[in-house]
C-alpha cells in the first residue's frame, strides 16, 4: 500500500458578526507566525519544544492565544523554514502576508457532512459550508483528515483540507497497457497506446487565451499605477486558475480514458527553464511559462488513484528518432510545419505524435528492462 494525499478545498458559509471573529482570529494567528518567525531567524532553533519554552507565556499573553493555537503557530513557522533549507539551503526569514488559521483535525477544528466547527479566539463556532463533492470523504475506514488551513480570498472564506488514504501500489508485472505522452504547446499533449491509437488535445485555444493574458498585462504595465499593478496580480491569479483547470481536465481525460494498471511515459522536462537561450525572444513568455510542471503532478496522483504509475524519461532524440527504423537524424524533424519525415525508410508522421511513439517504445523497454532508459532505444 501507498499513502496519498489530496487537497479538498471547501467553501465556509459565515454570516457578518462571524466573518469579523474569523478575521480577528487568523490576523492574530499570522501576526503570531511573524513573532515566531523572527525569533527563529535570530536563534535558528527549529525545536517546538524549546520554542515552547521560549515563546509560549509571549503567545498566550501578547496575543491572546489559546494553547491549541500556540502550538499550531510553532509547526507552521518550523514547517516554512524547513521547507526554505530544503530548497534554498540557507536562512532565509519567511514572512507571513495574509491572514491564515492552521487547524489541527479534532483540536481546532472538525468536519461532519453538515457542519464545520472552528475554535476561535472567543470561543468555538459553527458553520455551514458547501458540501458538494465531500460526502465520499466521510468515510474514516478509508480517508483520513489532516491540518486543514483557513483562508479568505477576496471576502470569501475557503478550508483547505488535507485529505489522506492508501491505494494499492502498481507492480511493473501488472500493467497491462503503455501511454507515450508527449507534451508540448502546439498539442497540449500527443499520445500513443498499447492498442496502436493516437490521441491529440489541441493547444490553440489556450496559447491565443495566453497571448491576450500576456498583452494585457503589457499594457497593464506600461501604465505604472497602483491599480495596474492589483490588476496585473489578479490577472496571473485568474490565469493560474484558469490553466489549472485545463491540466485538471486532460489529465483526468488521460486516466480515465486508460484502464487500470497503465503506465503512463513523460519526458523529464525538469530543465526546460534553463533552455531559453535557444527559444526566440518573443516566444519565451509561452515557452518558459507554459505549466508542463502542473499537469505532471496532476497526471501523477490521478494514476496512482486508479492503480497506475507514471516514469519519466530522458527527452533527447524523441522528435528526430524514427519509430519505425530507429534513424535519428536533426533534419528528420520540421518543426515549422510540424512534419516528421524520416530520411532513411521515408516514414511521416506529426512531429508530436513521433515524440509520444518514442516515449510508448521507452515505456515498453522499461517493461522489459525494469529500467528507466536514457534514451530512445528501438527494436
Excluded at 472552528?118 to 489532516?146: C, P, W
Excluded at 483562508?151 to 488535507?162: A, E, F, Q, R
Excluded at 503532478?297 to 519505425?324: E, F, G, H, M, W
Aim: glycine content about 4%; charged content about 25%.
Amino acid at each position: 500500500m501507498e499513502q496519498m494525499t489530496i487537497t479538498a478545498k471547501v467553501q465556509i458559509v459565515a454570516a457578518d458578526a462571524e466573518k469579523v471573529l474569523l478575521d480577528k482570529t487568523m490576523s492574530v494567528y499570522r501576526d503570531a507566525c511573524n513573532y515566531v518567525s523572527s525569533y527563529v531567524f535570530q536563534s535558528h532553533d527549529l525545536k517546538q519544544f524549546s520554542l515552547n519554552k521560549a515563546l509560549y507565556s509571549v503567545l498566550r499573553k501578547k496575543f491572546g492565544l489559546k494553547s491549541q493555537m500556540a502550538q499550531s503557530v510553532f509547526k507552521t513557522v518550523i514547517a516554512r523554514y524547513k521547507t526554505i533549507l530544503e530548497n534554498q539551503k540557507e536562512w532565509i526569514k519567511p514572512s507571513f502576508k495574509k491572514p491564515q488559521y492552521d487547524l489541527v483535525w479534532n483540536r481546532d477544528y472538525s468536519l461532519t457532512q453538515n457542519c464545520f466547527s472552528v475554535n476561535t479566539l472567543d470561543g468555538r463556532v459553527k458553520l455551514q459550508y458547501f458540501a458538494e463533492g465531500m460526502s465520499k470523504y466521510f468515510d474514516h475506514t478509508i480517508y483520513r483528515f489532516g491540518t486543514a488551513r483557513l483562508v479568505n480570498k477576496h471576502g470569501k472564506y475557503y478550508l483547505h483540507i488535507p485529505v489522506i488514504f492508501d491505494v494499492e501500489e502498481s507492480n511493473i508485472s501488472d500493467i497491462c497497457n503503455v501511454v507515450g505522452i508527449d507534451r508540448g504547446i502546439n498539442f497540449v499533449v500527443a499520445t500513443y497506446d498499447s492498442n496502436h491509437k493516437s490521441g491529440f488535445v489541441s493547444g490553440k485555444a489556450i496559447k491565443q487565451k495566453r497571448a491576450n493574458y500576456s498583452k494585457l498585462r503589457k499594457e497593464l504595465q506600461m501604465r505604472q499605477t497602483p491599480s495596474s499593478r492589483r490588476r496585473i496580480k489578479a490577472i496571473g491569479q485568474r490565469e493560474n486558475r484558469w490553466m489549472q483547470d485545463i491540466n485538471h481536465q486532460v489529465s483526468k481525460a488521460l486516466v480515465e480514458n486508460s484502464p487500470k494498471h497503465t503506465l503512463f511515459v513523460l519526458e523529464d522536462l525538469s530543465g526546460i527553464r534553463n533552455a531559453t537561450e535557444r527559444v526566440r525572444t518573443k516566444d519565451r513568455y509561452v515557452s518558459v511559462s507554459w505549466s508542463f510542471y502542473d499537469l505532471e503532478q496532476k497526471l501523477i496522483y490521478k494514476a496512482k488513484q486508479n492503480q497506475s504509475s507514471v516514469i519519466k524519461v530522458d527527452p533527447r532524440y524523441t522528435s528526430q528518432c524514427c519509430p519505425i527504423c530507429g534513424h535519428t537524424e536533426k533534419s528528420n524533424r520540421n518543426k515549422k510545419i510540424h512534419l516528421f519525415t524520416c530520411k532513411n525508410c521515408g516514414y511521416k508522421s506529426n512531429d508530436d505524435r513521433i515524440g509520444a511513439m518514442n516515449l510508448y517504445r521507452m515505456g515498453i523497454n522499461y517493461l522489459a528492462d525494469s529500467q528507466v532508459p536514457n534514451t530512445v532505444v528501438t527494436e
